[in-house]
């Protein structure tokens, strides 16, 4: 049976704007399976990030748990702290400039252990020899380096520490399409090598349907659907998962309709009343604008958040 590594359980984060409350995630749970990639997709803004930075620690949730093998993560744990790496969106900037990149990588294992000067020299060559760096770049700066070589000494240093799980940002968004399929398969390998979870945020399908075992679908800080990806992706129910997968694949619906997004992403600060995705949904009905579709499942491990989308009892 698959092993749970995290439960993330009725997550929220609001923020303060302009004395207007930001849901930026209202009530999220889902669990992370140990050596399995999930995925969470959408667009800008929708929520992914603040998930991101709440499992990394960086930020404190409104409410909720995060239980990394059944333990909060918000307890003051060294161990857990190396368990759980992350990889930012931009290399470019998640790279401190005035540091080699030998610093860069043993950075945290200084933090963590005490190793001999040996010992620290060999570890530095087996990370760069993982991510298929030569230890010659151990003694440049980041601003030597292409894009491609930053994103990998960034994952040399998440892997420094061992760790269990990876929160992977947008790691691709700054890298053009030939260095972006060799990030990810090194990202797959390591996964394979090391036994590595990750998270995996994206607004990029193709790149989910290739990484990921299972995925979730992000729209204004709440899931609206949540699957297997090969369910997902194969039978996307709710309409906002069909336009991103219509937008990106040859996918059609069976009366062969591309469903087709209207109108801007409303602002978070004044979501719809009814269904968040209301006012894009070629679908809308009025029952969407006055409640809200709950998240619930219509088949085995597949929850949909739509009104049109019924569940076997139904
Ligand atoms: Fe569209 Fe209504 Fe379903 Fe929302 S609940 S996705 S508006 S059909």
């Given at each position: 049976?698959?092993?749970?590594?995290?439960?993330?359980?009725?997550?929220?984060?609001?923020?303060?704007?302009?004395?207007?409350?930001?849901?930026?995630?209202?009530?999220?749970?889902?669990?992370?399976?140990?050596?399995?990639?999930?995925?969470?997709?959408?667009?800008?803004?929708?929520?992914?990030?603040?998930?991101?930075?709440?499992?990394?620690?960086?930020?404190?949730?409104?409410?909720?748990?995060?239980?990394?093998?059944?333990?909060?993560?918000?307890?003051?744990?060294?161990?857990?702290?190396?368990?759980?790496?992350?990889?930012?969106?931009?290399?470019?900037?998640?790279?401190?400039?005035?540091?080699?990149?030998?610093?860069?990588?043993?950075?945290?294992?200084?933090?963590?252990?005490?190793?001999?000067?040996?010992?620290?020299?060999?570890?530095?060559?087996?990370?760069?020899?993982?991510?298929?760096?030569?230890?010659?770049?151990?003694?440049?700066y980041p601003h030597e380096l292409s894009g491609g070589q930053r994103q990998r000494i960034?994952?040399?240093?998440?892997?420094?520490?061992?760790?269990?799980?990876?929160?992977?940002?947008?790691?691709?968004?700054?890298?053009?399409?030939?260095?972006?399929?060799?990030?990810?398969?090194?990202?797959?390998?390591?996964?394979?090598?090391?036994?590595?979870?990750?998270?995996?945020?994206?607004?990029?399908?193709?790149?989910?349907?290739?990484?990921?075992?299972?995925?979730?679908?992000?729209?204004?800080?709440?899931?609206?659907?949540?699957?297997?990806?090969?369910?997902?992706?194969?039978?996307?129910?709710?309409?906002?998962?069909?336009?991103?997968?219509?937008?990106?694949?040859?996918?059609?619906?069976?009366n062969n309709d591309k469903v087709i997004l209207k109108n801007e992403i409303p602002s978070?600060?004044?979501?719809?009343?009814?269904?968040?995705?209301?006012?894009?949904?070629?679908?809308?009905?009025?029952?969407?604008?006055?409640?809200?579709?709950?998240?619930?499942?219509?088949?085995?491990?597949?929850?949909?958040?739509?009104?049109?989308?019924?569940?076997?009892?139904?």
């Open positions: 049976m698959d092993k749970k590594l995290l439960s993330i359980k009725n997550l929220k984060k609001n923020f303060l704007i302009q004395n207007k409350i930001l849901k930026a995630v209202d009530d999220v749970s889902f669990d992370i399976i140990k050596g399995k990639t999930f995925a969470i997709v959408g667009e800008s803004g929708c929520g992914k990030s603040s998930i991101a930075n709440m499992i990394a620690n960086l930020i404190k949730p409104t409410s909720g748990q995060i239980l990394f093998e059944n333990r909060s993560i918000f307890k003051n744990d060294n161990e857990l702290k190396k368990n759980i790496q992350m990889i930012f969106q931009d290399p470019y900037l998640s790279l401190n400039p005035k540091m080699k990149i030998s610093e860069i990588i043993l950075e945290p294992i200084k933090i963590h252990k005490k190793f001999k000067k040996e010992k620290e020299l060999n570890l530095l060559t087996s990370l760069l020899n993982q991510v298929n760096l030569s230890s010659t770049i151990a003694k440049r960034a994952i040399a240093r998440s892997i420094a520490l061992n760790p269990k799980f990876i929160i992977c940002d947008e790691p691709l968004s700054s890298l053009d399409i030939s260095t972006s399929s060799q990030i990810i398969s090194l990202l797959k390998n390591l996964q394979q090598n090391l036994n590595l979870s990750y998270l995996f945020i994206s607004h990029n399908l193709a790149v989910v349907k290739y990484i990921s075992q299972n995925a979730a679908v992000m729209y204004l800080g709440k899931f609206l659907e949540l699957a297997p990806s090969s369910k997902l992706f194969l039978n996307p129910l709710h309409p906002y998962t069909q336009a991103l997968i219509s937008a990106s694949f040859s996918f059609k619906k069976k978070p600060l004044n979501p719809p009343k009814g269904c968040l995705f209301s006012t894009r949904c070629p679908y809308a009905k009025n029952e969407c604008f006055e409640i809200r579709p709950a998240l619930k499942e219509v088949e085995k491990d597949h929850q949909v958040a739509c009104h049109l989308v019924k569940t076997p009892s139904n």
